[in-house]
């Protein structure tokens, strides 16, 4: 009896679960049908969308770079304006006596470009000769030097200088170099062979003597006194193209005021001066000072300044109408 049941029972379930297993096979079948469509859909890559909010950026960097340098032209501008100012209203003061200022004074720098009245005798031999620079003559330009000699005190003159200055005299031609480096060579040669002073007797010496006293007599060199208005200045600031100086071959490109005082013997500090003179004599025109207007010009004026913020200016508008115009060809052929 007990084994009737029981397999009454294991029929029933067999029963049950064959029909289970034909419902679970049959959803299986029906979600594999329905699976490709579905991993299509979820596997299917998106489509690509604009630029990231990163590189939008990116493209209008050089107009904010271009934006930047065009405001800060407008302030060298104003730099510019204010130092010529400075310029001018130091010029359109009364000139200083020279012996008045100190070249070791810590406000040496303070008085640049103050005018100073300074007398004595220009020591023509250790001229030195700053370029080439060159200059336009009548539409023609014409390369030269500037010239700096120093200016050394005057005795029995007390209104002449107490200690040498070197004094920037103004531009000269070619050859007024060429003439100088002449006459250096010659005065070396010449003192290379002068003959020995020979040790001879007392009537040999008297009569040397006496030849020297008369040419001596015949020969005397007459000091002019030179009066020099000028104005402080400090030296130059060169740019990497202008070549080093070389004070063993004459060549000096820049005014170096410790090196220029170095090579004439005197002491670096030194003070330096450029003379100026608006009123040129013409039968006598060289060397020619610098007048007022080009000491209160600068290589860099406030209208060139203008020109540089135009450029600019314009260039960052180029550029980021360009970013935009770029942006917007993306989004419409989205």
Request: one cysteine or more; hydrophobic letters at 35%.
């Amino acid at each position: 009896m007990a084994a009737s049941i029981s397999k009454t029972l294991t029929r029933n379930l067999l029963r049950r679960s064959g029909e289970t297993t034909q419902a679970l096979q049959l959803r299986l079948s029906s979600a594999v049908a329905s699976a490709p469509a579905i991993s299509v859909t979820e596997t299917q890559p998106p489509e690509k969308g604009g630029p990231s909010k990163w590189s939008k950026l990116l493209l209008f960097i050089p107009g904010v770079i271009t934006f930047g340098l065009g405001s800060w032209q407008i302030i060298r501008r104003q730099d510019k304006i204010e130092m010529l100012e400075y310029r001018q209203n130091r010029l359109q003061m009364d000139p200083l006596n020279c012996n008045e200022v100190s070249p070791s004074s810590e406000n040496l720098d303070s008085l640049e470009f103050c005018r100073v009245l300074c007398r004595g005798v220009f020591d023509e031999k250790k001229s030195i000769f700053i370029g080439p620079r060159s200059r336009s003559i009548s539409g023609v330009t014409e390369n030269g030097y500037y010239v700096i000699t120093p200016l050394m005190p005057l005795a029995n003159d007390p209104k002449s200088v107490q200690t040498p200055i070197l004094v920037n005299r103004g531009w000269v031609p070619r050859n007024w170099r060429d003439k100088s480096l002449e006459v250096a060579a010659a005065d070396d040669q010449s003192l290379s062979t002068a003959p020995p002073p020979q040790e001879s007797g007392k009537s040999s010496w008297w009569m040397f003597s006496s030849k020297k006293k008369k040419v001596e007599e015949d020969q005397v060199p007459t000091l002019k006194s030179t009066e020099v208005i000028g104005v402080i200045r400090g030296s130059e600031k060169p740019s990497i193209f202008v070549p080093a100086n070389d004070p063993s071959s004459f060549q000096w490109f820049y005014v170096d005021v410790p090196a220029i005082a170095r090579a004439s013997g005197l002491p670096e500090n030194t003070l330096y001066i450029e003379a100026i003179n608006d009123n040129v004599d013409p039968s006598n025109p060289y060397p020619i000072p610098k007048d007022t207007n080009t000491l209160v010009r600068s290589s860099v004026m406030p209208q060139d300044h203008l020109n540089y913020t135009f450029t600019w200016y314009s260039l960052s508008a180029a550029v980021t109408f360009m970013a935009y115009k770029r942006l917007q060809s993306k989004k419409t052929r989205r």
